[in-house]
C-alpha cells in the first residue's frame, strides 16, 4: 500500500521544482553524496546529467552516478 502512494505521489510532480528538488534529497537520504543538482548548475550546459553523485554500487564500490530527472505527462 505505501509503495503504491509514494509512487503516485512521485508520478504526480512535475520535473522544473518538483523532481529536481525532491530527487537530490532521496539520494541523499540513501547514502549518496551530491555533487550538482539542476538548481545548482542552472543555466550551465548539463550534456544530460541533471543530477550527479557519489555513492556505492551493489558490489561497495565507490561510484560517481549521473542521473536525468525527467517528468512524464499522462
Not at 4 to 24: A, G, H, N, Q, T
Not at 57 to 66: A, H, I, N
Amino acid at each position: 500500500m505505501n509503495n503504491r502512494v509514494i509512487s503516485e505521489y512521485l508520478e504526480s510532480l512535475k520535473e522544473d521544482d518538483e523532481l529536481d528538488y525532491i530527487f537530490p534529497i532521496l539520494l541523499e537520504s540513501m547514502g549518496f553524496q551530491i555533487v550538482s543538482t539542476p538548481k545548482n548548475s542552472k543555466g550551465q550546459s548539463q550534456y544530460g546529467k541533471d543530477v550527479v553523485a557519489i555513492g556505492k554500487d551493489e558490489s561497495g564500490r565507490k561510484c560517481k552516478w549521473y542521473f536525468r530527472v525527467k517528468g512524464q505527462c499522462s
